[in-house]
């Protein structure tokens, strides 16, 4: 069975730090690039960020800087460090893991950043 179980979301004041997990099983993690997205009520998901098997990693613009994409083998976890939080990062924030053979998603986690 394929799970990818996210943690880690809460409420935070602007300009604190958050730190997501997305423990991964089920499915080859070091075979996987790994991926976080984030959906806003009445926007589209968007990508965040993704970091490939050899650890190289892309963000949206919008978190250039603020955010770090890390990923751990032995634990088969990948991770978002969020920093500099914006009422705009606010949303549900979801993990992915995808393979020319298989896409999965996790069930997605909250995030609120408010005063």
């Known amino acids: 069975q394929v799970q990818l179980v996210e943690s880690g979301g809460g409420l935070v004041q602007p300009g604190g730090s958050l730190t997501l997990s997305c423990a991964v099983s089920?499915?080859?993690?070091?075979?996987?690039?790994m991926g976080w997205y984030r959906q806003a009520p009445g926007r589209q998901r968007e990508l965040v960020a993704t970091?490939?098997?050899?650890?190289?990693?892309n963000y949206a613009d919008s978190v250039k800087g603020r955010f770090t994409v890390s990923r751990d083998s032995a634990e088969n976890t990948v991770y978002l460090q969020m920093d500099s939080l914006k009422p705009e990062d606010t949303a549900v924030y979801y993990c992915?893991?995808?393979?020319?053979?298989?896409?999965?998603w996790g069930q997605g986690t909250q995030v609120t950043v408010s005063s």
């Open positions: 089920g499915i080859s993690f070091s075979g996987s690039v």
């Open positions: 992915n893991a995808r393979s020319p053979w298989w896409t999965y």
């Open positions: 970091i490939t098997t050899g650890d190289l990693t």
